[in-house]
Nanobody, 119 residues
């Protein structure tokens, strides 16, 4: 199994910054893409940013230019630098990775970390 442990959420004022981290324990697995999703109050979970194993990134339109996803393959860790935060960024943020063995390919999820942006 792959376990994902997130950290870095919290309460911040609008215009502020936060950095989320997600470390994957991956004994016997190889990581393909890693991503961050979020689920705001009363909303469906949505993709925020994704990064492939080769470093190609893609972002939701709502966060382009403000958020940056990166990863350290040696540490199996993905980061989300969030700048110029807005109240509408308030959500539970979930780390996701796609991992494979010789026989399987599956998605794995972290437990979520709360980000609250006050106006």
């Amino acid at each position: 199994q792959v376990q994902l442990v997130e950290s870095g959420g919290g309460l911040v004022q609008a215009g502020g910054s936060l950095r989320l981290s997600c470390a994957a324990s991956t004994s016997g697995f190889s990581i393909n893409h890693m991503a961050w999703y979020r689920q705001g109050p009363g909303k469906q979970r949505e993709l925020v940013a994704i990064i492939t194993s080769s470093g190609i990134t893609n972002y939701a339109d709502s966060v382009k230019g403000r958020f940056t996803i990166s990863r350290d393959n040696a540490k199996n860790t993905v980061y989300l630098q969030m700048n110029t935060l807005k109240p509408e960024d308030t959500a539970v943020y979930y780390c996701n990775c796609n991992a494979r063995t010789l026989r399987t390919v599956d998605d794995y999820w972290g437990q979520g970390t709360q980000v609250t942006v006050s106006s």
